[in-house]
């Protein structure tokens, strides 16, 4: 599966966006659009609110989101393309070793090292932007057709049925490919907050 950016950016009108700075800094983490979120972080900006966990916020916005043409191009994505591949295209002797590099160079890429040389409260809001990341995920899957195509992309599956694709997906990448690359205590930053995602769309669903 595909995610691919939206044509525009999506963004709402200054009244909206002060209603929604009541709830900061929850507003942030429960907005689905990258361009919201930027009016979000910078209206809280202007407003001084929570100044020095904005300063990490920032710096994860810009390891996060890419503007092009096209919109915004999330790549706290990635992860979840990586692991699929990783899982489709097998893990020999060859590979093992490639595929952890992979992965290292990927979260590099994401800023983690960066942010957690930072301290206690920046690991603490990069897990936070994982665990949006994972709500993004299923969201975007949810409303993808393709995903939700059965065989051929005739019809569409049920409800349940999307539910334990999503939690096979989650349990490839938080579970399979971390122990098949021995890096589950690595990658547990992410894993832990990914999983707090999972639990919040599907309570009752277990890896």
Known sequence: MEFKAKTEPKTIDAETISAKMN?????????????????LLDEAKRQGLTSEDNEIREFIFAKRYQLNKKGYVDSYLKPWMDFKYI?????????FKKNQKRIRTLFKE????????????????????YEHSGLVYITLSSNDPAYRAVILGLGSVSEERLAQRITADFAVAVKVIPEQLGMTEELSLWTEAVKRAHHTAYPNAAF
């Open 110 to 129: 994401l800023g983690e090292p960066e942010i957690r040389a930072m301290g206690g409260r920046a690991t603490e809001i990069l897990s936070l932007e």
């Open 87 to 95: 899982y489709g295209s097998g893990n020999g002797s060859f590979s």
């Open 23 to 39: 709830a900061w800094p929850d507003c942030y983490y429960r907005e689905m659009e990258p361009a919201i979120r930027r009016q």
